[in-house]
């Protein structure tokens, strides 16, 4: 009697489930959301090194002039709408105002206060108010408002959160807090005609925050995807063998 041996069955082919396609999708698309968070950690380790060297992120300096008694940027919301992680007290750290008169012999105030005591003191003060500024290159647009002379010199006022006063260069520092303020420029006089060059900055801790935040998030994304895709994939090919 003779026996035929039997074929060795055919490896049993499995099919590529909607489970592995749906594996394999989510997984890219950590891995892409991955890259995104790269690019924008690697923009905020690029802008970490356009601070100067007291850590200050700066825009000017900008040569300003008005003709009328003041000029003022009414209205600088901090603290506003949008997510609370973006709009705590930290959001812009420290600020600070570099600005020189040149006027000879004029000495220039610079001061913050809350908007609505601004608005109060200038009612009825002829003054420019900033409508609009671009950062690049630092450059104001403004409007101007008809009035009279300041009834009173702007140091003389109470309400200014933060001030300073000076002819040759000078600075002024504020660790800035939510609320609704307003700067203004003036002579220290309170006289017309308005010339100093100026320059703004702030530390923008945000920056590092996002960041961190940006290349921390990559690094998870990357391995979440990765450890979706590559094993979804070679058991895959272990079963086509």
């Known amino acids: 009697?003779?026996?035929?041996?039997?074929?060795?069955a055919p490896p049993v082919r499995r099919s590529w489930s909607g489970w592995r396609t749906l594996l394999v999708v989510?997984?890219?698309?950590?891995?892409?959301?991955?890259?995104?968070?790269?690019?924008?950690?690697?923009?905020?380790?690029w802008a970490q090194h356009q601070r100067d060297d007291h850590g200050y992120f700066t825009a000017g300096p900008e040569?300003?002039?008005?003709?009328?008694?003041?000029?003022?940027?009414?209205?600088?919301?901090?603290?506003?709408?949008?997510?609370?992680?973006?709009?705590?007290?930290?959001?812009?750290g420290d600020v600070r105002v570099d600005f020189e008169s040149k006027t000879p012999g004029t000495t220039v105030f610079v001061?913050?206060?809350?908007?609505?005591?601004?608005?109060?003191?200038?009612?009825?003060?002829?003054?420019?108010?900033?409508?609009?500024?671009?950062?690049?290159?630092?450059?104001?647009?403004?409007?101007?408002?008809?009035?009279?002379?300041?009834?009173?010199?702007?140091?003389t006022q109470s309400f200014w959160v933060a001030s300073a006063t000076g002819a040759g260069l000078s600075t002024l520092t504020w660790p800035a807090t939510g609320g609704d303020w307003s700067v203004v420029i003036m002579n220290a006089d309170g006289s017309r005609n308005v010339a100093v060059d100026l320059s703004v900055g702030g530390t923008l801790p945000v920056v590092e925050g996002i960041t961190i935040g940006a290349l921390v998030g990559a690094v998870l994304l990357l391995i979440i995807g990765t450890a979706l895709i590559v094993p979804t994939v070679v058991t895959r090919r272990r079963a086509d063998r």
């Open 111 to 155: 001061g913050i206060g809350p908007a609505a005591d601004v608005a109060a003191y200038l009612n009825g003060v002829g003054h420019d108010e900033v409508a609009d500024f671009d950062v690049d290159p630092f450059k104001l647009s403004t409007t101007s408002q008809a009035g009279d002379e300041p009834s009173a010199a702007p140091a």
């Open 26 to 45: 989510v997984g890219a698309t950590f891995a892409m959301v991955s890259v995104v968070l790269f690019a924008v950690g690697g923009v905020g380790l």
């Open 1 to 8: 009697m003779t026996t035929t041996p039997l074929a060795p």
């Open 63 to 92: 040569h300003l002039t008005t003709s009328t008694y003041a000029l003022s940027a009414p209205s600088l919301d901090i603290g506003g709408t949008g997510p609370d992680a973006l709009y705590t007290d930290d959001f812009l």
